[in-house]
């Protein structure tokens, strides 16, 4: 699964936020469902948290229906690319 946006640069907040819009919820709603803190989904769509827990990314890929290591690498990807801007 490639996530690209016409409008910009893939950051872990277009990665993570496509795949929750595209469900059509909310942070606080996808969390929730994800089993996750709404605080923590925040902070991961902010590229806040660098170092995700392993339960985390399995709760989010479940939920989000991919594979976790897909959406591990995208995280640590665009984290970086997030760093490196700085």
Not at 24 to 32: E, Q, V
Not at 65 to 78: F, T
């Amino acid at each position: 699964m490639t996530v690209k946006r016409a409008d910009g640069p893939r950051t872990i907040v277009t990665v993570l936020e496509d795949l929750r819009i595209a469900r059509g919820l909310g942070t606080t709603a996808a969390a929730a469902a994800a089993g996750i803190n709404a605080h923590t989904l925040t902070d991961m769509e902010r590229g806040r948290i660098q170092s995700p827990h392993a339960r985390t990314i399995m709760k989010l890929a479940a939920f989000y229906e991919v594979e976790p290591g897909w959406l591990l690498q995208e995280y640590r990807q665009a984290v970086n690319e997030l760093r490196a801007a700085a």
